[in-house]
């Protein structure tokens, strides 16, 4: 059971937007701003896409985007391409706990 | 900017032994993790290292804690993963990767090795 709350699945249509939630506790999101989302496609190692909640690396475009609001963490996906279907994760810095809190990932569905 | 390449995978036996091994140029500050991800599941962290201004402190997760041990060769820009005592459900792709800030948990993992599976099956 992952200590990070996801929903197992999110979709939208080319050109729409979609957000996907993060949840946890104020051990972790609701505590440090190092949440951290990252992008992997099938058989492929995971790609950093967001870090510290809303800094993007250089390279991921800027329809990605992520916020928090108390002990949940959110990454929206604007205008969806059909690329960015793909498995979406978060993690978070936990008090005390070196292996930090994960979540469960999200499959996003480009209909 | 660091690349880290994974190498050592293969098929183990139960109770067998296997080291794996990232080479990573560039992450001598760097704090690197082993992560792995069993078919069809989701992100398990393994453990981590920190850099030497960190006294290289390690940290395990409980189903490893005992049987798996990271190092790391600042020298050789190498990190490794031993996995001793391996079980059926150690079956996983393993990453390593890495977290710039060289935080005491995890603040990011700015990047990632491409992963090496590791089968344990008789």
């Known amino acids: 059971q992952s200590a990070l709350t996801q929903p197992p699945s999110a979709s939208g249509s080319p050109g729409q937007s979609v957000t996907i939630s993060c949840t946890g506790t104020s051990r972790d999101i609701g505590r440090y701003n190092y949440v951290s989302w990252y992008q992997q496609y099938p058989g492929k190692a995971p790609k950093l896409i967001v870090y510290?909640?809303?800094k993007r690396p250089s390279g991921v475009p800027d329809r990605f985007s992520g916020s928090k609001s108390g002990n949940t963490a959110s990454l929206t996906v604007s205008g969806l391409q059909a690329e960015d279907e793909a498995d979406y994760f978060c993690?978070?810095?936990?008090?005390?706990?070196?292996?930090?809190?994960f979540g469960g990932g999200t499959r996003l569905t480009v209909l | 900017e660091a690349l880290l390449v994974e190498s050592g995978g293969g098929l183990a036996r139960p109770g067998g032994s296997l080291t794996l091994s990232c080479a990573a140029s560039?992450?001598?500050?760097?704090?690197m993790h082993w992560v792995r991800q069993a078919p069809g599941k989701g992100l398990e962290w393994v453990g981590r290292i920190r850099s030497k201004t960190n006294n290289y402190a390690t940290a395990y997760a409980t189903s490893v804690k005992g049987r798996f041990t990271i190092s790391r060769d600042d020298s050789k820009n190498m990190a490794y993963l031993q996995m001793n005592s391996l079980k059926n459900e150690d079956t996983a792709v393993y990453y390593c990767?890495?977290?710039?800030?060289?935080?005491?948990?995890?603040?990011?993992?700015?990047?990632w090795g491409q992963g090496t599976m590791v089968p344990v099956s008789s």
């Open positions: 560039g992450f001598s500050g760097s704090a």
């Open positions: 993690i978070s810095y936990s008090l005390n706990d070196p292996e930090g809190v």
């Open positions: 510290e909640v809303s």
């Open positions: 990767a890495l977290d710039l800030a060289d935080c005491y948990s995890i603040c990011a993992f700015d990047i």
